[in-house]
């Protein structure tokens, strides 16, 4: 079976992140990036499947020259390949351009199972995973907890509100999945070194066929139109108790519109 | 510098011990609870593996490889640290080392994945620094078996439910000059004769397992000498020395999770209207810090680098084992202080920091020994 698994590279949250003045992008300069968390329950949930069921696992991430980190901590998880679809006029691409860019480069790369992080810690759109199988003409099968494929067929649990629901479908697939899926494994010292040996291709919009003009940040039909620093949070309202403290709470949080 | 695979793994290890060791361990702390289950995830992470080749079941790194796994664990917790330093530099090395081709196919396996754990039976009750002049254990063979009798103190990660042996340096016989003739035999978990006591209570390293151990009239095959007969001593002699290194590293770390605490803290604690970073008595205490933590982190990279360069590397092991855990300690007491009652309190790291703190300047070689040893690298022993 060929897994290909999408990753993407993030700010840390642990750092301040900021958007640039400039085209109001993410500054990717500005912060350390890492593998975006949900990503690595994608690579476990992959390299899993492939244990279970044996075939190749390629990581596929759309990023800057940075992205290498990223690229190089899923294959020191144990995924075999890369590619890294890098190219300027990649820049600024909102999601559905991006999903036009991976689709694009999924079409050549080839594939019987697709899996993603269900969103990003950056811009947390979460619809990565439909838009490409839309475009993929594939089925969609979002937000899985549990993953099972039997011969040309895959099965899910769905996480909803109200508990799980089951999903079938057949492959290829694109699946996105949620944290409680599995624990992803740390990268060990032997994959590590591993991973130095290990292809990463490398793909420029000509080599995936993608048209300029749908892509990059002149070109997104999602736009931030402005934005600023968070307000310092404010000092809290103190409620002294003088008999009459449930009085005034209840005022507070009525004048707030809560009650 | 750090080469990007060695500056992989020391990332890999920092997250998994910010985010599966930090969470839980003060509990196992507070229990003085051995954690199982963080030791076998750091065995499926192949931490027990670094310094042992694949062929045997291991990662194929280096010892540096596991300074820095050690290091990364002791900025959050000491007691996994030193279950891991004691696991593959006191159980795995020897055996790599000296073992024959079925002592190895045996146990190192096991080792290495971290599912099962080796312990090292040197120091004793009436003896430590002073071995092998002290020592009172025997070994003597006795119809192709070795009889062995006395007892050991302090032993790491003897007791634990996946220990698999103990090797134990005993006497096997008088050499020609009279002086005891030391061998390592290994004996192992639930050999008849083989009592292993309850846990000592300890000052420091709480979650880890250390215990007495007796052996009385315990039976073992003669097969399970460990290395050559009567080459005990030098063979743990060489074990020290690298165990050295192995010590500063998790002092270091020690040291660095000092530092780590109290950048955090010195921003959230106000006084007298202001974050207490913003005074100079506080800036000038967390530099010292930085400075320890730094020039001992140098120190021990040097004597790793010239280890694994093959050069002699005794003196710089020693000096680095001592500059670390002089740095690990009075990191701990500044740390505890600019905490202030807080650092009194077990619920905060740095209590723990400073608890764990004092064995290191006692364990693999006292403060003393390392300069007795430095003295003697400079020529001054026979004066």
Redesign the interface.
Same mark, same amino acid.
């Given at each position: 079976m060929n897994i290909v698994v999408c990753v993407k590279q993030v700010p840390d949250t642990a750092t301040e992140r900021k958007l640039r003045s400039d085209d109001k992008t993410l500054d990717r300069d500005a912060a350390d990036g890492v593998i975006n968390e949900l990503c690595e329950y994608a690579v476990e949930e992959a390299l899993r499947l492939k244990e279970a069921h044996g075939g190749e696992v390629t990581v596929l991430t759309m990023g800057p020259d940075k992205a290498t980190d990223t690229i190089? #901590?899923a294959l020191?998880m144990g995924a075999d390949k890369a590619v890294h679809l890098v190219d300027p006029a990649l820049h600024g691409s909102d999601a559905l351009s991006t999903s036009y860019a991976l689709a694009q480069t999924l079409k050549k790369i080839g594939f019987d199972l697709v899996i993603l992080g269900s969103e990003s810690t950056d811009a947390r759109t979460g619809m990565l995973a439909a838009m490409l199988a839309e475009r993929l003409g594939t089925p969609q099968l979002t937000l899985a907890n549990k993953v099972e494929i039997s011969g040309a067929g895959i099965t899910v649990q769905r996480v909803t509100d109200y508990g799980f629901d089951k999903v079938e479908a057949s492959l290829p697939a694109i699946v996105s999945v949620v944290e409680k899926i599995n624990e992803p494994?740390?990268?060990?010292? #032997?994959?590590?070194?591993a991973? #130095?040996k290990k292809q990463v291709q490398t793909f420029g919009i000509a080599d995936a066929e993608i048209d300029a003009a749908q892509v990059g940040v002149a070109n997104a039909w999602s736009e931030v139109a402005d934005f600023a620093v968070a307000p310092p949070r404010a000092a809290g309202t103190v409620v002294k108790d003088e008999g009459d403290g449930g009085v005034k709470t209840a005022d507070y949080l009525a004048s707030k519109k809560f009650i | 510098m750090l080469t @990007? !695979?060695y500056d @992989?793994?020391r990332k890999?290890?920092e997250?998994?011990a910010r985010e599966v060791v930090a969470p839980v361990i003060g509990d196992f702390y507070e229990r003085c609870e051995f954690p199982y289950e963080i030791v076998r995830?750091m065995g499926?992470?192949?931490l027990f593996g670094?310094p042992i080749p !694949?062929e045997h079941g291991g990662?194929?790194?280096d010892y540096f490889?596991l300074c820095l796994a050690l290091e990364e664990l002791g900025r959050v917790d000491s007691s996994v640290a030193i279950t891991l330093e004691a696991g593959v530099s006191l159980g795995a090395m020897p055996l790599l080392r000296f073992g024959t081709d079925e002592q190895r196919a045996r146990w190192l396996p096991g080792l290495a994945a971290g599912e099962t754990l080796g312990a090292f039976g040197l120091t004793e009750p009436g003896g430590g620094s002073d071995v092998p002049g002290g020592m009172r254990t025997t070994a003597d063979l006795d119809g192709g078996e070795w009889v062995i009798n006395g007892s050991k103190a302090f032993i790491t990660n003897s007791g634990t439910t996946i220990t698999a042996f103990v090797a134990v340096a005993a006497i096997t016989g008088r050499r020609a000059d009279g002086r005891p003739e030391i061998s390592t035999i290994i004996v192992p978990a639930g050999t008849p004769g083989f009592t292993v006591s309850k846990k000592y209570s300890k000052v420091g390293w709480s979650a880890s397992d250390t215990r007495e151990l007796s052996f009385t009239d315990c039976r073992v095959p003669a097969a399970n000498l460990l290395g050559e007969r009567g080459r005990g001593y030098a063979q743990f002699l060489q074990t020290l020395d690298e165990g050295r290194i192995a010590i500063a590293a998790l002092s270091v770390g020690l040291a660095q999770g000092c530092v780590d605490e109290s950048l955090r803290y010195v921003h959230e604690r106000h006084a007298f209207g202001r974050a207490i970073g913003g005074y100079q008595a506080i800036q000038f205490k967390i530099a010292d810090m930085e400075v320890r933590t730094h020039t001992a982190r140098l120190a021990y990279y040097h004597a790793a680098e010239r280890m694994l360069a093959g050069l002699p590397f005794k003196k710089q092991a020693a000096i680095a084992k001592l500059v670390a855990s002089n740095a690990a300690m009075d990191n701990a007491r500044d740390a505890t202080q600019i905490f202030g009652g807080y650092g009194f309190m077990n619920e905060f790291p740095v209590g723990r920091f400073y608890r764990d703190a004092k064995i290191l300047e006692i364990g693999e070689g006292t403060s003393e020994v390392q300069r007795m040893l430095i003295a003697r690298e400079l020529g001054l022993s026979g004066l």
């Open positions: 190089r #901590k020191a494994r740390y990268p060990s010292f #032997k994959g590590i070194m991973a #130095k | @990007d !695979e @992989d793994l890999s290890v997250s998994f995830r499926a992470m192949g670094l !694949e990662m194929g790194g490889a």
